[in-house]
Nanobody, 125 residues
Framework: QVQLVESGGGLVQAGGSLKLSCAASGRTFSISRHTMGWFRQAPGKEREFVAAIAWGGGPIYYADSVKGRFTITRDNAKNTVYLQMENLKPEDTAVYYC????????????????WGQGTQVTVSS
């Protein structure tokens, strides 16, 4: 059974930083053969794409709203993907989800195979 567990969320002031982690586990599961993505869902809104990284480490895609502020990275040896978030804004407040897709190509839609439970990020003004 595959599990994706997000951590690192919390409350931060506008302009601050947070680093989210997504640890993957499963008897034979390895993120090295998966495209990994981050999505978020704000209250009253639909879930939206944030960032994704192909299984080879590239290409990497970002939503326009986070480009230049967020960085997605992966550590295949630790079976973990990260989302470094800088210069956070109140509109970044959302539940952030990690997702994995068994595909060599990066994916920006929600067509992922596995999802985590999410971690809350709240940015105060």
């Amino acid at each position: 059974q595959v599990q994706l567990v997000e951590s690192g969320g919390g409350l931060v002031q506008a302009g601050g930083s947070l680093k989210l982690s997504c640890a993957a586990s499963g008897r034979t599961f390895s993120i090295s053969r998966h495209t990994m993505g981050w999505f978020r869902q704000a209250p009253g809104k639909e879930r939206e794409f944030v960032a994704a990284i192909a299984w080879g480490g590239g290409p990497i895609y970002y939503a326009d709203s986070v480009k230049g502020r967020f960085t997605i990275t992966r550590d295949n040896a630790k079976n973990t993907v990260y989302l470094q978030m800088e210069n956070l804004k109140p509109e970044d407040t959302a539940v952030y989800y990690c997702a994995a897709k068994w595909d060599i190509q990066v994916e920006v839609t929600e067509l992922y195979d596995y999802w985590g439970q999410g971690t809350q990020v709240t940015v105060s003004s």
